[in-house]
Structure formats: C-alpha cells, structure tokens
C-alpha cells in the first residue's frame, strides 16, 4: 500500500518538514552504540513524497493495527515488498526506525507475501454482478447488486501549541455525509449504488505532540488512543480519517494510504480533498498531465525524454487537483465499477464508440496499448448530476480525452497515476485538451494514431490505427495457362494483422483479396501478351508494404494488330455494317460509378509559415490518380502524391484542411480532416544593412539602408537615436528624413508583425 500526498497547489510541492525523520541521515551514519536494537513487525507500507525540487522520493512505514513506525533503509529496494507482513529490526531514532538492508535476512523476516486481493472499494467477488458492470444505467442503480458498505470515522484533534477548534461537528458531518455535494453524494452518485458511505464524527482531542516536524505518525497514535480513552471504538470503521488544524510544518493539504485506512486532512474541510484522499483508500493514484516540448513547442506526445509529468494537473477528476469532477475511465475501473462489456482492449485498424459513463449503455473505456506497457487510455464525458457540471459544448463532452494509463483499469494493489495528454498545446488551459472531432493523434514513439471522427447522442467515434506497413510476401511466383495467369505468394507479416493483399495488373488495381488468401487466378488476360504484376500486402489499418513486381507472358500468338487505312483508297460507299450489336437501350451503360476509399490517417506538421500534410493512398477499382486538398473549405491544391505543402501561413492561426481521393472518371471519395495550428513567430528580421546618410537640408538628414529579411515579413523600421529609449520615426520603407540634433548618431531596426525586432544596424551621424 501506498500513501501518498497531496499538495495544496496544482503543481506538487515537497511536504520537506513531514517525515524529516525519515528523510534525515542514512543508517551509516549513526553512531554505534548510540541506541538500542529495535524490532517491529506489521505491514511494510510506502509513502510517496512530493518534493518541492521536482523529487519524489518513497519513504516507507510498517503498520500494526493502527499504529504506524515509519522505517528508513539504507541499502536494498523495499518496494518490493510493499504490502508484506514483514519483521523489521533496526535503531529507533525519534519515531524513525533505521534499517541497514531492506534485503529478506537478518533485519528484515517476511512473514506473509503481499496481500492478492486490494483494499479497495469494490467487491470482495470477482464474479459479482458488481464487478462485471451489469446492465444499470446512468441513473439507476442496479438493484442485484449488494453494495459495497463504507463506514468513516473523523477524529478531529489539536495541539498542546495549537489548541485551535477551526470546524464545528456539524461542519465536519455536513462535509462528509450530509450536504448535496458532500463525499458521501460524490462516491454513491459516481458508483451508481455500488458503494454506500456512513460515518461519524469525533473530537475535539487536544494531544500532548506539537506541531514541530509534521511528525503525522505520533499524532496518528495519540489522536487514537485519546478515541478510545473516550469510548470510540475506532476498529469498527473501515476508514479513519484524522483532521487538524493547519499545521505549517506540513507542506500537504491530505495523505492518504492507497489503498488502505486511513487519510489525514490538513486545516481545511474541502470536500474534493476528502475525496481525493479517500480515493486514495480505496485505491487510486494521481491523475497527472504530461508536459511534452520538441524544439522549444509543446506538442500533445512525444518520446518519454521530451515529456514530463505535471502532478494533479488533470482538470477531469478528483484525483487531480483543479475541480471536484468525478473519476475518469481507467480510475473507475481500477474501482471496479466498468463491467466486461464496458471497457476494451483496441485492435488497430478498427473504430470504436465511446459512451459517457454517465450515458447510455455501451464502452465506457478503450485502451490503445502503445507497446511498452502503457496504455492510451480514451473516454468521453457528459453533463450529469452535481459534479460533473460541464458547460454545453465544452471540449470535455464534446471531444475524446487520451491519457497515457501505466496500470490495469481494474482493481489493484499497485495503483498508477495517468498522464492527461494535451490535444491542444500551445493553450496553457487544460481543460480544452480533449481531441476535438475531425482531428488526430499520432504517436510519433508507437506510430499509432488515434482520430475522432464524429460525435452524437450516442458518443463519440474513435478509429484507431497503426502506422507500421507490412513485410513484403514471400516467395512470389506467377504461372501462365491457357487464358489465364496464376499467382501464388507466401503470407507477409505484420505487427498487427493482415488484411488481405493488393494485386495489379499494368499498375491497374484488380482485387483485393481476404488475409488467408496465397494465389488468385487472372482468367482476363490475352494470349501471347506479356503482363506485369504487383502483389503487397495491406494490414487492417489500411497500410500497404513492399510490392514484390511479377513480369509473365501468356503463350500462344497475340492478336494481329489492325492494319493501318490506306489512304491513296477510294472509299467504299457502301461500307459494310459494323458487325458490333448496338447497345441495348433497356441496360443502364457500364461505367464506373464506385467512389475511392478516403485517404487514411492524414497528419499535419507545421512551422511558422508552413503546414505539412501527409497521408495514407486510398484504394479504388480502377486507380486513384490523384488528392484534393481544401484549406478552411476552399480547394488549394490536387496533387497526385501522398504529400503536400502549403505555404506563407500566417503565425498562430489554425487551418482545417480535408484530404480527398479522386479517380480516373472523376469519383470523389469522402474527405478526411485535420485542424493544424502554426508556430508562433520568434524568429527576428536581419540586420538593416548599409544605413547611410545620403543627405542633408539644414537640420534634417535622409538616412538609406538595403531592406531587411524576414521569415513572415518586415512590416516596420524604427529610426533611434543613440541614448533614447524610444524610437525618434518609424516608415515601412528602408529609407526616411527626419529631424536631427546637432551631435546626435542615429541608427535602426527592423520588425515583423510579431513584434520581434532586429539587431541595430550601423550607427550613423547625423549634422555635426
């Protein structure tokens, strides 16, 4: 189990006076002799720290019942061993019990492995309908299932140096179990009935420990004891929670045991602390953001060395720190409250709906596996009830949320925080992060991508696929026949799967054919005629690999070829009737009418003035011959590759462009979208070159230079004069007159539209 803190900001901050004890000099710096052997047995706990200097170290602790040691060691991983009931000997220094080796062995005896089953707010049966979500409904509870009973008891309590009573009983009873938006409505609503909270309150007890050193273990033990010295029996509560005046030596608003009993709450009677610390019990970790920068921009993902993790930054849930929302996806999982049916593991190459929690039946959770063991974690939100109160339109009911998941999105010992990842970058606002309909996702680590196709009542559409083409065939071979050619080929691999395999004839598409398929007959070719065949391999994410090239003649003797007219014959004026049947009127003409597939994961790099677009080729029976690319809806281009540029963009402007295929007869396929936004502009214009005076007409001066070079344009040159701040003129050509003092030396800039400004040019005298 592990405890973890809270910070009171949304970055985390080092709670540096809690657990000094624990954090002050290693065991071989104790001197021998200076304190007797010590021996405690219990659970072995870890406590995450927050440090104020980005550090999070974990501290650990053995509990025995109620009462806490915490342990430090000084060589070994006890992480390991987290959730084992351990034997620990070592030097008790303050409330601090220093162990040499974390090492099985002489100072630690492991008693009993870790605990399989979670201490968690879910049902103890795996096979409960609890556990596999049932059919209930967004607002009705199920009644076949037995509800998980939560019983919290607060022990409100003081210091001999700070003998403050801050909230009343009532207060502290209203927080916890009897307002609308108190935490007993918070986890029964979000649970849909799956989880019932009681509790009561107790206190004020003044304890004879000070606030000196957040030493919270001491407290925790003397703020029981003083319970039961007044009658309470605190063992019959599944969950404690110990509540204090704000004590300054503590640099945390809540720690909790995830999972575990119990919470501690600092000075305040926040009901989304209380939730987050209890979620911590019940077996959650932090819901974080990820910070990624490539070049010097933010981007939404990138390689794990360009990102960082921004704890509590998650404005979705709880479990960050920014709004008393409801849990996310994998976080309800991970509470067992999704069902079987209710969260899937993603196949590349297939769309998925996704519906709110809070909203019809259906998924409620995909999980993309990036292949290092993490997950793209999906979900989508909606306005309900009284925490999840989201503004119409907004982008998290409007647009699907990806964090990265590093754990299982279902009950757990071991807890993972999630990262949210950011669709929009360059806002510092996350609570637009969602990726909006009709934009995409790649991964630039795993080549996944992840786009939103559309949204309704239903959910919200997501296609998720895999950017890795397939191997080529194996051992390709063709075979000509009578009338017919027959190829044959051994199945390529693929890092996810195939879909079938592409053959043309003369670049001509013929078929596509299933993913079992290793031959396919051409029965439509001409004697005596030589053909060239292609055949590759395409995955189920539309990803098309090497083509392996087949050259074969048919035998027999082709067709004579129709000699040319003479043209020194008299025409015959009774020509003989064409022998070719007219069409018949009653049959429709053969023609093609079938449209090209859309092409497929469009991406979207930009620079300040450029947009880089990229795409997968679409298909068709007859040929694509080329794309149609539109910009804010108005066509700007048709290439006939998979690539194009569009230039001289304006900095920090968002263009949505669309992707469509068209064949030979002019069949348009349906178009794909992608929004793509600009770089800032922070490049400065060149130096003004050649600044020169060319005359002078009693105190006035014309001063000439060469214009400057910008990468989005020049649209000013400010003249100044040596010793002043502020310009003395400005034009938008490189050559001015103005007004000058008798002495005074001049120089200028140039600048863009951005603002940024050039390097001074020479500086020049004006009259003497």
Known sequence: ?????????????????????????????????????????????????????????????????????????????????????????????????????????????????????PLGAWAADTGSTELQGGSASATTVDETVTPVAKSVAVVMFNFSDLRTTPFTKTQVQDALLNGASSVKAFYEEESKGRLTISGSVFGWYQIAATTANCDWSTWHTQAWNAATAAGVNLGSYTNVMFVFPSASSCGWAGLGYVPGPYTYIN???????????????????????????????????????????VGYADPFSTMGNNALRHNHGSHLGELGWLGATEKVIAVPGNSYTITPYFGPDGIKLVRVPRGDGSFFDLDVRATYGVFDTFAAGSAATTGVTIRLGFGTASPTTNPQATLLLDSTPATSDLKDAPLAVGKTMTDPVSKLSIAAMSVSSAGIVVRVREG??????????????????????GAATDDTAIAGYRITRNGTLLTTTAASATSFVDSTVADGTTYTYTIAAQDTSTNVGPAATLQVTTPGTAPAPTPAPDPTA????????????????????????????????????????TVSLAWVAAMDDTGV????????????????????????????????????????????????????????????????????????????????????????????????????????????????????????????????????????????????
């Open 625 to 768: 011959v080329g794309y149609r690319v539109t910009r804010n809806g108005s066509l700007v281009a048709s290439p006939t590759g998979l690539t194009w540029k569009d230039t001289a963009r304006k900095p920090l402007t968002t263009y949505t462009y669309t992707v469509a295929a068209l064949d030979g007869v002019g069949n348009v396929s349906s178009s794909t979208s992608i929004a793509v936004r600009t770089l800032a502009d922070t490049a400065p214009p060149s130096r003004p070159a050649g600044f020169h005076k060319v005359r002078r007409s009693g105190p006035y001066v014309t001063f000439d230079w060469s214009p400057s070079i910008d990468n989005v344009g020049v649209v000013k040159y400010a003249i100044y004069r040596v010793g002043r701040a502020r310009p003395v003129a400005t034009t938008t050509v490189s050559r001015i007159r103005i007004w000058t003092r008798h002495g005074a030396r001049y120089y200028v800039r140039a600048f863009d539209r951005a603002g940024n400004r050039s390097a001074m040019s020479a500086v020049v005298r004006g009259r003497r």
């Open 1 to 117: 189990m592990r405890p973890s803190l809270r910070s009171r900001r949304t970055l985390p901050v080092a709670a540096a006076a809690l657990l000094a004890a624990v954090l002050a000099a290693p065991v071989s710096a104790v001197a021998p002799g200076g304190s007797a052997a010590e021996t405690v047995s219990g659970v072995l706990e870890a406590i995450q720290v927050e440090g104020r200097d980005g550090s999070d170290p974990l501290v650990y602790s053995v509990r025995s019942g109620h009462k806490v040691t915490p342990v430090r060691f000084d060589t070994g991983d006890p992480a390991r061993l987290t959730g084992a009931t351990v034997t620990v000997q070592g030097l008790r220094h303050g409330a601090t019990l220093d162990v040499r080796s974390a090492a099985p062995g002489r100072d630690v005896q492991v008693r009993s492995k870790p605990r399989a089953a």
């Open 468 to 489: 890795n083409t397939p191997g080529a065939v194996a051992s390709p071979a063709a075979t000509p026949g009578d009338g017919s050619v027959t190829l044959t080929w």
């Open 267 to 309: 000075g305040t009677l926040s009901v989304q602390v209380m939730t987050h610390e209890l979620g911590h019990n019940f077996g959650l970790a932090h819901a974080n953001a990820d910070n990624c920068v490539v070049g010097g921009a933010r981007v939404m993902i990138a390689a794990t060395a360009a990102c960082t993790s």
């Open 570 to 609: 008299t025409p015959d004026p009774t020509p003989t009737p064409d022998p070719t049947p007219a069409p018949d009127p009653t049959q429709p003409p053969v023609s093609d009418t079938n449209a090209p597939t859309a092409p497929d994961v469009v991406t979207g790099t930009a620079t300040t003035t």
